[in-house]
Each structure stands twice: as C-alpha cells, then as structure tokens.
Nanobody, 121 residues
Framework: QVQLVESGGGLVQTGESLRLSCAAS????????MDWYRQAPGKQRELVAG???????NYADSVKGRFTISGDNAKKMVYLQMNSLKPEDTAVYYC???????????????WGQGTQVTVSS
C-alpha cells in the first residue's frame, strides 16, 4: 500500500507565503513523476506544477514566477513553495505521484487527501 499525506496548508493574507509538503510512504520502488494539483470550489482540478521523470519542471501560467516545486526522491517528499499568494490561489491542493511499487510493476498515480489553502484579500 502507498499513502500520501499533504501538510502545510492554512489561512494567509495576500502576498504571504506557504510551503506545502507531501510525504509518501509504503511499498515504493521508485517515484517517476511528482505533481501538485489544486481544486477551487466549483472548478475542475488543475495541474499547478510538476516534475517529470526526466526532471523537467512545468508550471501553470498562473503560478509561474511565484511557485516552486521540488522533490527529494530519497526522502520520498515533494514540496510546493508558494510565494506572493493571491486570493485566486485559494483551493484544496493535492499531491499526485506516479509510483512504481516493484521493479517490474507498471507505474500508477497516487493521490493525497488534500490540504486547504485560503488566501484572504
């Protein structure tokens, strides 16, 4: 079994910062990709930032220059540093990791339970 637990969300004011963490545990052979998604009320879940299996970083246009994703495969941790937060960043943030649980297994996506980020104006 694989479990992902996010932490670091909270209530902040416009312009402040938060750092989200995602800890993976369980039967993990390798982590192939790391992503952060968010879902605001009444909206579809959207990709915020990601690290591909090749180590390439990508960001949604709305967060470029403000958010930074990083990962530590050895510690099985993923982070999202969020600076200059805006009210429109308010959402539940989810980490999504593409994990292989054995050497010959097929990688599959795992999701955390989400952490709430609220930015007040």
């Amino acid at each position: 079994q694989v479990q992902l637990v996010e932490s670091g969300g909270g209530l902040v004011q416009t312009g402040e910062s938060l750092r989200l963490s995602c800890a993976a545990s369980g039967s993990i052979f390798s982590i192939n990709a790391m992503d952060w998604y968010r879902q605001a009320p009444g909206k579809q879940r959207e990709l915020v930032a990601g690290i591909s299996s090749a180590g390439n970083l990508n960001y949604a246009d709305s967060v470029k220059g403000r958010f930074t994703i990083s990962g530590d495969n050895a510690k099985k941790m993923v982070y999202l540093q969020m600076n200059s937060l805006k009210p429109e960043d308010t959402a539940v943030y989810y980490c999504n990791l593409r994990i292989r649980t054995s050497r010959w297994g097929t990688p599959r996506d795992y999701w955390g339970q989400g952490t709430q980020v609220t930015v007040s104006s």
